[in-house]
């Protein structure tokens, strides 16, 4: 699939967690230095190696190789959502009690709203699915992409 055939929701993600994360550690790495928010050495480092592999990949991904699959990106949108939530982590560690207990609530609130999103499409549905029906015959008419758009 190529960037054009993604749905924007997609593509924020894509943005959002490659580009951004990298932004959000260079961003946690000037909280650190003013001493706003404080990081070890080793997290820091460790951090400016990982925003390093999701810049690389993202360069491969988008300029070397423009119609490679979604799913060969997704290693960089897990490292970058890591990223986010360790950085964000490192931020509320230093917020006061009450914006804090706020920012938990919201928080339990997105992953119950992810939750009950699941429910709608359950790993034990009975309903056939493309990856279900060409497990046994890729080249068999069960398996026609155009029929599972």
């Not at 951004?20 to 001493?35: D, E, M, Q, V």
């Not at 931020?91 to 999103?117: C, G, P, T």
């Amino acid at each position: 699939m190529e960037w054009t055939r993604y749905t924007l929701g997609t593509k924020i993600k894509n943005l959002l967690f490659s580009l951004g994360a990298i932004g959000i550690t260079f961003g946690g790495i000037l909280l650190n230095r003013k001493k706003i928010i404080s990081a070890s050495s080793r997290e820091i480092l460790i951090s400016i190696l990982l925003s390093c592999v999701i810049g690389v990949h993202f360069i491969g991904h988008f300029f070397f190789h423009p119609f490679m699959w979604q799913r060969h990106f997704m290693p960089s949108i897990y490292i970058g959502f890591g990223l986010f939530i360790f950085w964000i982590t490192k931020l509320i560690k230093n917020v006061s009690f009450n914006i804090r207990i706020w920012l938990y609530i919201a928080a339990l609130l997105l992953l119950s709203i992810q939750a009950i999103q699941e429910l709608k499409y359950q790993a034990l549905s009975p309903q056939d699915s493309y990856a279900r029906s060409c497990k046994n015959d890729l080249y068999g008419p069960s398996c026609d992409h155009d029929l599972y758009k």
